[in-house]
RNA sequence: GCAGGGGUACCCAAGCCUGGCCAAAGGGGCAGGACUGAGGCUCCUGUGGCGUAGAGCCUGCGAGGGUUCAAAUCCCUUCCCCUGCACCA
């Protein structure tokens, strides 16, 4: 880090330049999700919090009163669970904590979830210090019950979307570990099972007599075509009483039945085998088909007892082939491409013949499920012929539970281990609470909401919008995790996402709540009333003092701040909370704010990518943002970072060798401070040309930043601004003085959202006194944007091209250069061509002058195209070369004379055209 | 499967909404040159093909087709890549 990075950052603060406090200006909120404490920041991290940070600094710069917080998230479970990996001594996580340079004899202390927290805030809240964040420290917090204001926050919240009837209970599937007797989420279990989550299934509760053999299928569809049931003939099976019934099922499948409909009481048991050749009743259609044994059912999957389609399902084919028993299949779906048993029709074509064969029948099992539940066609049997079987199934399915024929169900798709090594089973969670995402009102909020909002980039509305209808009831409480418990159930804990929704308005009173003792409030005495009044308006100031305690000035003044300060003006996350955050922040403004504090405008931006690859430790290409700022410097480190990306969706990328290549860009922008306050005074048109492309990139670059494009941004103020730079002094040698102080402050002003501490420095170099961070923006003057300058010089950038191109060709002693203009009737065919006439020829030909020329104005009329855009005046082109002629003479050694066209008769002089000069070399 | 995003020159990447000034910004790499004791610094030049005392022509923005006087840009078809699909940050 540069020394006086050091220094601006400790002048910053010592100024409270980034602690706002409400006045007449306008006010701009930015907020940055506060990230997950389970780690140190890395410098993706760093690229969505410095998309605010620039925004934040840029807003400061147009006039803004702006604020910008910070804090952090520890609810919910991957923390709990890592602490308790650290207890249990687990290698991977000790390995991890040690990669992130946590010292050997520290890792036991992470075997304490609170000790995470604070491990990790304030290394996250140092970083940002170092990379010069312009945060208002004074709001910072962090979540969970360990922070008591922030509960009695969350508590008040809770309480608000139970009475708006937004928050209902209901029953829930989940992972879960019968031997723990507990949730087993991603971060509970081996990284091999993540993703993993019950699927839902339907029994079929075919029956002999009061006895009923509950049938697990994906596909309830096929129950038409039932020919018999399978049992696995060597596993344990038992007859159970469940509620009122008696059911058949497997021993292996009773845990999970007991996890989802409740305690059953096994009344006998028995093999599989015993009970072959029983004949059951099928429930939908009323015929009896057999109970026959199968090797391939598995026993600890669903019941045990599966129905058999064979003209549709592989395995069973197989098996009744297998079997040696005569079987007639029934045709239920039409497939393009397929026959009548599309299940037969594949095991033959692969050449299945044992039940053995697992891995094609698995395949051929996913072919005909693919084609027939996307391309099949319901048959007449099923009483939905025509029916496609994707829009059948749910249908049927509704059918099916109404008439008592058959119950949803749950199983794991595949096998989860828990981290006890126990295996999952799918199970149901009652007396959940959930957020009534569903609710149509609530989501027309939210639309309503997402279509008056600014987003960045405009595309990622859709995504919401789209989230919004998407969103299902969301379980909102858990146990066992970090979290504020849910007041009215103290059981729960409010969970990670749900509790991490309006709390930017959180920002607004944590300045007080935060640091209760400065300001004489007592956390314990605060009730719902204190918020209602805060963020609602709601209540007697007076009565509302007196019932928490807080002074009524105090309380007046708080409601003022949060009214001078919401809504959240811009929040730029990553695009992972898209579909949960983003849409969640949405619907809980509506439900609980009036439209004036809904959100403003959202950004988004994708994965940080190293070197073109994931981000990963193993790959080695992982990068802290700590080490970052140590090894290259904080302005250094923000330009790289910056420099990786832009918004939207698509990953940024972090080249190793950015960190180089900045710091010698600003090498480059302190080498400015020589050319400053020196040069002429008399104005040229190459300083008109060098201030109109500055004012034109001043324009660009506001327009870019307003739009957060960051990127397009800083590549006009580094790279593009020098080029004109390098060109202006290539052409004129001494620069205007006046100019030249204008392009180097503007740039330096530019440069202030990005790289702070160097523009400070700059700033001061210049001899300017205060920040430049609370400077003004540059300004785009309209009236020093000339398009004839810009114009003019193009023509002189071109023709040296030109003429360097026939340096090529042109062999010999170079004695003299002539440029012509093109002859003066060409410019009046342009000039008539660009106000479009109808027939060109005829409107020329009306001239004499141009008429003399006969054919080869006709020529030149005809190979113009219909549209020319202000080209430049004879006089202009002319004007310009002529003034070059010296910067000519310089670049190309020799003497150079730039002519009219119709002083000439040399042939050079009569191809010319407007814009084209003919190049004459004179050689010895 | 559903939803969303994307495929641009050696590489990264802009442009695409609002078609024409786009052989396509900017950066990197590479090649040549200048500077220098030397350079990995800085500066200049070149970097699709062909042609040439130059003012152009051809090919070209994943592939194929279409609309248009005109398409990287609009429409259709197709191939390939990435992300999300939930109780979890």
């Known amino acids: 880090m540069e020394a006086y990075e050091r220094k601006w950052q400790q002048k910053w603060e010592e100024a409270g330049l980034f602690e706002p406090e409400p006045d007449k200006r306008k006010k701009f909120f930015i907020t940055f999700p506060y990230p997950y404490q389970n780690g140190p920041p890395h410098i993706g991290h760093g690229f969505t919090f410095l998309r605010n940070e620039v925004f934040a600094r840029y807003k400061r710069m147009r006039g803004f009163n702006v604020l910008l917080p910070q804090a952090w998230h520890a609810t919910g479970g991957p923390i709990v669970a890592s602490a308790l990996k650290i207890r249990e001594g687990d290698e991977k996580q000790i390995k991890t904590l040690k990669s992130l340079g946590i010292p050997e004899d520290e890792i036991k202390k992470f ?101 009923i053999f509950p049938c697990v299928t994906f596909r309830p569809e096929t129950v038409y075509g039932v020919t018999n049931i399978w049992i696995n003939p060597d596993s344990e099976y038992c007859e159970i009483e469940i509620g009122e019934e008696k059911w058949i099922v497997s021993a292996a499948s009773i845990p999970e039945l007991e996890a989802q ?74 497939v393009e491409g397929y026959g009548e048993f599309p299940a037969a029709e594949v095991c033959e074509r692969m050449g299945i013949k044992s039940q053995k064969e697992v891995e094609k029948l698995e395949k051929a099992t996913k072919e005909v499920y693919t084609a027939e539940f996307h391309k099949g066609i319901l048959k007449d049997i099923t009483g939905k012929k025509g029916m496609k079987v994707s829009d059948a199934k749910p249908v049927l399915v509704e059918e ?90 103290r059981e729960w804990v409010v969970e990670s996402l749900s509790d991490s929704t309006i709390y930017p308005a959180y920002y607004i009173v944590a300045k007080y709540l935060q640091n209760p003792e400065r300001y004489g409030i007592n956390i314990e005495r605060l009730k719902d009333s204190f918020f209602d009044f805060v963020f609602l308006g709601e209540g007697d100031p007076a009565e509302v003092s007196a019932e928490n305690g807080i002074e009524k000035e105090l309380l007046e003044e708080i409601r003022k701040e949060f009214v001078y300060w919401y809504p959240v003006d811009f929040r730029n996350s990553a695009k992972d909370l898209l579909n949960n955050h983003l849409p969640f922040f949405i619907f809980h403004h509506v439900a609980l704010f009036p439209e004036s504090f809904w959100p403003k405008a959202i950004g988004v931006n994708g994965w940080m990518m190293v070197g073109g690859e994931k981000m990963s430790k193993s790959k080695g ?16 480190t923000r330009l790289s970072i910056l420099f990786s990306g832009s918004m939207g969706l698509d990953d940024m990328n972090f080249e190793p060798e950015f960190p180089e290549r ?22 040229r048109p190459v300083d008109r040309w060098f201030r109109s492309r500055l004012h034109r990139r001043i324009k660009t670059v506001t327009e870019f ?61 210049l001899g300017k006194s205060g920040f430049v961070s609370i400077e003004n923006w540059p300004e785009a003057k309209e009236e020093f944007i000339d398009d004839v300058v810009e114009k003019q010089e193009e023509l002189v950038v071109k023709t ?125």
Request: charged share 35%; glycine share 6%.
């Open 111 to 211: 075997s304490d979830p609170e000790y995470w927290i604070k491990y990790f805030t304030s290394k996250w809240k140092k970083a940002f210090k170092s990379l010069g964040a312009s945060v208002d420290w004074r709001r910072e917090f962090f979540t969970t019950h360990l922070n008591p204001a922030y509960s009695k926050f969350i508590e008040w919240q809770y309480r608000k979307l139970r009475d708006l009837g937004y928050l209902v209970k209901g029953s829930h599937p989940v992972v879960w570990c019968p031997k723990e007797k507990k949730v087993v989420g991603d971060h509970d279990r081996p990284d091999e099972y993540a993703g993993i989550v019950p699927e839902e299934v339907v029994l079929i509760k075919f029956s002999r007599g009061k006895i």
């Open 261 to 334: 409909k409740g305690k059953v009481k096994i009344v006998k048991k028995f093999a599989g085998k015993d009970i072959e050749g029983l004949e059951v009743k099928n429930p939908v259609t009323g015929s009896v088909v057999p109970v026959l044994t199968a090797e391939f059912v598995k026993p600890e999957f669903g019941t045990g007892v599966v129905m058999s389609v064979p003209a549709h399902a592989p395995y069973d084919y197989i098996a009744l082939k297998e079997s040696g028993l005569e079987f007639k299949m029934i045709s239920l779906i039409q």
């Open 400 to 489: 099916f539970v109404k008439s008592g024929a058959a119950e949803k169900y749950y199983v794991l798709p595949s096998e989860v281990l828990c981290r006890c090594g126990e295996r999952c089973i799918a199970g149901i969670i009652k007396d959940q609470w959930f957020l009534k995402y569903s609710d149509p009102e609530w989501k027309r909020l939210a639309h309503e909401c997402i279509d008056g909002m600014s987003f960045f980039p405009e595309e990622i509305r859709r995504n919401l919008h789209s989230a919004v209808d998407w969103l299902r009831d969301w379980a909102c409480t858990h146990k066992g995790e970090l979290g504020t418990p849910l007041p009215f159930d």
């Open 621 to 636: 290409n992982f990068i802290l943002l700590e080490e970052a700022v140590e090894k290259w410097g904080a302005d250094v």
């Open 662 to 683: 900045m710091k010698r860009k600003i090498k480059q922008l302190f080498r400015l401070v020589e050319l400053y306050g020196s040069g002429r005074d008399e104005i």
């Open 705 to 765: 930043m307003e739009n957060t494009s960051f990127r397009d941004a800083m590549e006009r103020i580094l790279f593009e601004s020098f080029n004109d730079l390098s060109w202006y002094t290539r052409r004129c040698r001494e620069a205007n003085r006046e100019v030249m102080k204008e392009f180097i402050e503007s740039l330096v002003l530019m440069l202030s959202p990005f790289a702070p501490h160097a523009a400070e420095e700059l700033w001061e170099k």
């Open 800 to 924: 040296l091209e030109d003429i360097r191109e026939l340096k090529k060709i042109v062999k010999g002693e170079w004695k003299e250069i002539r440029i012509y203009t093109s002859r003066s009737w060409k410019y009046r065919v342009l000039e008539i061509a660009s106000e479009k006439p109808e027939n060109l020829v005829k409107e020329i030909m009306k001239i004499d002058e141009i008429k003399k020329h006969g054919t080869e104005a006709v020529k030149f009329a005809q190979k113009l195209t219909d549209r020319i855009e202000k080209p430049l005046s004879m006089e202009a082109e002319f004007q310009a070369l002529k003034s070059a002629e010296g910067f000519f003479e310089r670049e190309l050694g020799c003497q150079v004379r730039v002519l009219k066209g119709d002083e000439s008769d040399s042939e050079k002089a009569m191809r010319a055209e407007p814009g084209k000069p003919g190049i004459e070399i004179i050689t010895e």
